[in-house]
């Protein structure tokens, strides 16, 4: 049943609240009612010229996520699962954009340790290239994984999604377009990997309507946007929310404060 407070059965977060992630400690409420996801881009440090800093995030820092999300209980969750209700389960959704080399590099050994796995979403007319999308907007080259890196990837346990074939804003373009961007992303991966593909995220989170039934058409089952917030049962599987993961400086003290005010006035 959908929540009667949010009619599309997802729970953004309250105004006064910022959608990073950081750590567990003034989330746990928040995440122990189900149905949370965080979105990561790229683990390690920042090559010389970023300019999108917050899209990296520290070996060190994504340890520490995981090792506490461990501590306090929570497993890996499939993304169909984030809208349908499991009382007393802790769980979360960890994915990443894009498919960047330095995930496999740097985040194969800490999901190991800590036991959790992961999804990372695809770029397939650009595997084993670099993130050209973000190149024309000046950002810093990072190599994207090649199909072996792919396999060991998901030979390791975890799972990979479609995020259309090039990255467009999928708005932006001609309908007929993003749906051969949509239909031949899934196509593609299917094909060069020889498991189903289920999952889908838009890039740059950049969807309408008419691009949300186009991904359920191709036979994807989720889709994940960059819309901060948690997701209910009774939502909308092809508008799933996400934290975003990052190093953020706050005063922690005073954001757990407001945290618990909405959860409290809201729960």
Known sequence: ???????????????????????LAPFSGWLERGGGALMY???????????????????????K???????????????????QAVPGERRIALTFDD??????????????????????????????RTNEWEQREGEATERLMD??????????GHDVGAHTCTHPRLSRIPRDQAREEIF???????????????????????????????????G????????????RPGGDVFRLRRLTARYVSLNWRNVGRILRQWVSGRG
């Open 41 to 63: 881009h790229k683990l390690g440090p920042r090559p010389a010229g970023v300019r999108l800093k917050g899209l990296y995030v520290s070996v060190s820092l994504f340890q």
């Open 99 to 128: 498919g960047f080399e330095n995930v496999l590099r740097n985040g194969l050994d800490p999901l190991r340790t800590h036991g959790l796995r992961a999804i990372q979403f695809l770029v397939p007319g650009l595997v084993g």
């Open 147 to 156: 199909w072996n890196q792919i396999r060991e990837w998901l030979a390791a």
């Open 1 to 23: 049943m959908t929540d009667p407070l949010f009619s599309d059965g997802h729970e953004p977060l309250p105004p006064e609240f910022p959608g990073v992630f950081s750590r």
């Open 184 to 218: 031949g992303s899934k196509a593609r991966l299917e094909d060069a990997l020889g498991r189903p593909i289920r999952h889908f995220c838009y890039p740059f989170g950049d969807w309408n309507p008419a691009v949300r039934d186009l991904v359920q058409e191709a």
């Open 220 to 231: 994807f089952v989720t889709a994940c946007t960059t819309e901060a917030g948690m997701n």
């Open 65 to 83: 996520q995981l090792g506490d999300l461990r501590s306090a209980g929570y497993r890996s969750a499939d993304l169909a699962e984030l809208t």
